[in-house]
């Protein structure tokens, strides 16, 4: 076994007389710390794999009674990734709406520590106040360019992803990374010229990175990462991976890597159920990151040390914060921790399991949900596809031998025995359609999932109406929503609040920067800015309903101010929600000619409506001048001008000249009364004639016994009546026309028994 020659001393703060370590004993216990810890973790593994599978649309290893339809029908109704990926995209959007991350640095209330080339006259201690928070900004401002530089954001991304499939997120702060950055330079030129100049600087940059839950291994029955005697992350490399590490970091111990690299240390082929599922996909014969390095964090008891080291009994302790980097059985790399006895890890929860340091995901609270999701889809496709092909009932007796009925297609010529029918060798029997009621069970298990996992449809953008029959069901799916996603918001702001920390911590001990040097409070204000947003959401909700019950107050509100606010509220972009500037200038303006137009319309339809009033008043108003004229008309002719007017007509009629009925009618208004009372008269008499002759007919109808001479009589007068009134009626039109004497002698007659008395 090789010996590496280590000083004590220099790597764990520890007097010793002399120390000659085999250390490679100390990676066999790293070892077994591993094995341990990845045997306890293992039914956590289980699930880990059927969420990964059920968010890739595959099937579990294990298939059950439930998804055995499903499977062998290939449908998967992948609730899994939809829930997921609304659940990520929304964290991300509430922690990280402008794009920044949310965090503040702040001065402490109480400082501790003043850095001592601050100073202030007496009695000015707003001059110190104002100095310490320019640094507390100077050092804001620093660590959001480190966050910027190492692309802080895509690693919270990935573990937020992994936090809402699996349940745990993880994040290590801090790794130290060395990073070149362009710097630009002015230097005088021989012509006394400047001119800027780029060069490269190396800078040790302290960097959070996302680790994969796959790659963690907690001691057991650890529940948080402060309870944890140890955890160890692993990796996997490539050869030249491992030599940049080596020329990158100057704390390997010399000639370790080398050893591991000639004898073939750590190389690790095939898989197995404590990697990450894509190993498994994307494996091949041959591994290119093939070296597995643990990296081991905790604390060794000191008698695990005795063996290799002379300590004396005053400098003995019961444990060790080391890390230690193991890659197989060698240790490549061992020192002290430096983060005070804790571990750089921090996690985040979906759901947090209080007995262990694990969470479940969003895959384990609607595992149950999901399986049956499938097999009614599969249930109801197989249903609908027996309901919608007929079922052929064959008698195979009845076909010549060797035919295939097995086989149809358009076209088939089928033989059949002699004296056999295609009716009673063929029978079609179709199947009734009984899927109905799975289109309910399917929604009421879409709402359990939605109530399971926190996310409902309504925060994804689906309106469909099973998820909001009544406003109360909305509110109950809202109100479980927005629970869930306040503590899955405090959880995350945790963890990055922890994150900040670390960095802060780093820059106050080894950054060269005076500037930024001070006590502040490093604290993440998403769960703050989150709970905040949701007052002032409810807020303004409440107001506008207020708003609008007061129309009064209508004239004074700017609604436009209240639009971006209130999409934000429902978790609506209101990019793609609103219009632009210009189409609301071009609709309005649109609805301005519109309305024009229509005013337009509306005064032309006033105007002709009042000129048609005007109309019919001047008709109405001439119509009664006629009527008031014929009144007055009437008024004004007396009882003696009445009799010497009529004496004077019927002079006229002896005479002999009698005028037209037409110019008659209007040479008097006497006469005009009374031809309307002849025509009357005459109408009258006419009616009378023809309502005697038709009950004359009915009269004769019913008497059948009457004997057909005495019929022909009746009908010989009936025609001799009619005859004669037709003739009479001849005549008498004759002889008014001519003026005749039985024309004189008629109206003599009737203006006599017409005229007034007395």
Request: aromatic share 6%.
């Amino acid at each position: 076994m090789a010996e590496q020659n280590l000083k004590t001393s220099e790597l764990l703060g520890i007097e010793v007389k002399a120390v000659s370590a085999p250390l490679d004993d100390l990676a066999k216990i790293v070892q077994e710390k591993f094995t341990e810890a990845r045997t306890y973790r293992r039914d956590h593994e289980t699930h880990w794999q059927e969420a990964y599978d059920a968010y890739r649309g595959k099937y579990p290893s294990h298939i059950n009674k439930s998804t055995e339809l499903a499977h062998e029908r290939g449908i998967f109704v992948n609730q899994t990734r939809r829930k997921v990926n609304s659940a990520k995209i929304k964290i991300g959007t509430l922690l990280f709406e402008d794009g920044r991350i949310p965090f503040s640095i702040t001065p402490s209330r109480k400082p501790r520590f003043i850095p001592p080339d601050l100073d202030a006259p007496p009695g000015r201690p707003d001059i110190l106040e104002d100095a310490i928070k320019a640094r507390a900004e100077n050092m804001e401002d620093r660590i959001r360019d480190i966050l910027d530089r190492t692309e802080y954001n895509q690693s919270v991304q990935h573990t937020i992803h992994e936090m809402c499939l699996y349940g745990t997120g993880c994040t290590k702060a801090i790794s130290l990374e060395r990073k070149n950055f362009p710097v630009f330079r002015t230097r005088t030129t021989p012509d006394y010229m400047l001119e800027v100049e780029e060069a490269k600087e190396e800078e040790l940059v302290p960097a959070v990175k996302h680790v994969s839950v796959w790659n963690i291994f907690p001691s057991p029955e650890a529940e948080s990462p402060k309870d944890a005697d140890y955890i160890i992350q692993r990796s996997f490399v490539s050869t030249k991976q491992l030599r940049e590490m080596v020329k990158s970091d100057d704390s390997f111990l010399p000639g370790s890597v080398d050893s591991v690299l000639d004898e073939r240390h750590g190389e690790r082929s095939g898989y197995d159920e404590s990697q990450h599922p894509r190993v498994y996909e994307e494996s091949s014969s041959v591994r290119v990151k093939s070296i597995e390095i643990l990296e081991f964090w905790g604390k060794i008891d000191v008698k695990d040390f005795k063996p290799y080291l002379n300590i004396e009994e005053d400098d003995m302790r019961e444990s060790l914060d080391v890390v230690m980097t193991v890659i197989g059985d060698k240790v490549v790399k061992m020192e002290e921790n430096p983060f005070d006895g804790e571990m750089p890890y921090h996690f985040c929860y979906w759901q947090k399991n209080p007995e262990t340091i694990w969470g479940d995901g969003i895959y384990y609270a609607i595992r149950d949900v999901q399986a049956i999701l499938n097999f009614s889809y599969a249930m109801m496709v197989e249903g609908k596809a027996l309901a919608s092909v007929p079922i052929t009932v064959v008698d195979p007796n009845a076909f010549e031998a060797g035919e295939d009925t097995e086989q149809m297609y358009a076209g088939k010529q089928i033989r059949l025995k002699p004296g056999q029918s295609v009716r009673d060798a063929f029978q079609a029997v179709v199947l009734p359609d009984v899927t109905n009621g799975l289109i309910s069970l399917i929604q009421q298990l879409e709402r359990e999932a939605d109530l399971d996992s926190g996310q409902t449809a309504i925060g994804y953008g689906d309106m469909s109406p099973s998820q909001t029959k009544t406003a109360t069901g909305m509110s109950i799916l809202n109100s479980n929503a927005n629970r869930q996603t306040a503590d899955v918001v405090r959880s995350v702001s945790n963890m990055i609040t922890s994150n900040i920390q670390s960095i802060y911590r780093w820059l106050m001990v080894d950054s060269p920067d005076p500037t930024i040097k001070g006590d502040y409070e490093a604290i993440s204000t998403g769960y703050e800015q989150y709970v905040a947003k949701e007052v002032h959401n409810s807020q303004l909700i409440q107001f506008l309903q207020v708003a609008g019950s007061l129309p009064q107050f209508q004239a004074f509100i700017k609604h436009e101010a209240f639009t971006r606010p209130l999409l934000r509220a429902f978790n609506l972009d209101p990019e793609h929600m609103l219009k632009t500037e210009d189409q609301v200038a071009m609709e309005m303006q649109q609805g301005q000619q519109a309305q024009q137009q229509a005013m337009m319309q509306q005064q032309q339809s006033q105007q002709q409506a009042i000129v048609n009033q005007i109309q019919a008043k001047a008709q109405a108003d001439m119509a009664m001048e006629q009527l008031k004229a014929t009144l007055n008309e009437k008024k004004a002719i007396s009882d003696d001008q009445r009799e010497m007017e009529i004496r004077e007509r019927l002079e006229l009629i002896k005479q002999g000249n009698v005028l037209h009925p037409a110019n008659l009618a209007t040479s008097s208004i006497l006469l005009r009364e009374q031809m309307q009372q002849e025509q009357q008269a005459q109408m009258q008499q006419e009616a009378a004639i023809q309502q005697q002759q038709l009950q004359m007919v009915q009269q004769a109808e019913q008497n059948q016994g009457i004997e057909d001479n005495t019929r022909d009589q009746l009908e010989q007068q009936e025609m001799d009546s009619l005859r004669e009134v037709a003739n009479k009626r001849m005549e008498r039109g004759m002889d008014r026309l001519q003026g005749g004497p039985e024309a004189d002698d008629i109206r003599r007659q009737q203006l006599e028994e017409n005229a007034p008395t007395g």
